[in-house]
């Protein structure tokens, strides 16, 4: 998630009170499991978009769960 500005270890500091908007960083939980992801929403549905080449991105489908816990507002890393 470099691209998105957080970095492996980093401190997310994450806003519940702030609805998503289309692109937000987002904490999402997909079928039970959390994960750092960018969304997008498409015409179709939603795509969780992952910047790092490790991940994958998730195309929620129709039958999954997914609920978007909250919004990434900083992250804070080592230097």
Partial sequence: MTGFGTHDGDLLVVDRSVAPADRSVVIAVVDGEFTVKQLCRLPDGVLLRSN????GD??????QALTVWGVVRWSIHRV
Wanted: glycine share 10%; charged share 10%.
């Fill in 52 to 55: 790092g080449q490790n991940h």
């Fill in 58 to 63: 998730i195309l929620v489908a129709p039958d």
